[in-house]
């Protein structure tokens, strides 16, 4: 199991019907629409060998 934490944001609107993503960027615009949290502590290259 892995664990990563990441915050909200004023622009995160999480419509996008197919695609969830977190982003280490602090700021995003209101276009990324699949963008779910900000500033994560973990991209995929920090995840566990087994994911």
């Given at each position: 199991?892995?664990?990563i934490?990441?915050?909200?944001?004023?622009?995160?609107?999480?419509?996008?019907?197919?695609?969830?993503?977190?982003?280490?960027?602090?700021?995003?615009s209101?276009?990324?629409?699949?963008?779910?949290?900000?500033?994560?502590d973990?991209?995929?290259?920090?995840?566990?060998?087994?994911?």
């Amino acid at each position: 199991m892995e664990r990563i934490l990441a915050y909200g944001h004023p622009n995160i609107r999480a419509r996008h019907k197919t695609t969830m993503q977190l982003t280490k960027d602090e700021e995003i615009s209101v276009r990324a629409d699949c963008i779910i949290g900000v500033r994560a502590d973990k991209s995929v290259y920090d995840l566990s060998e087994g994911l």
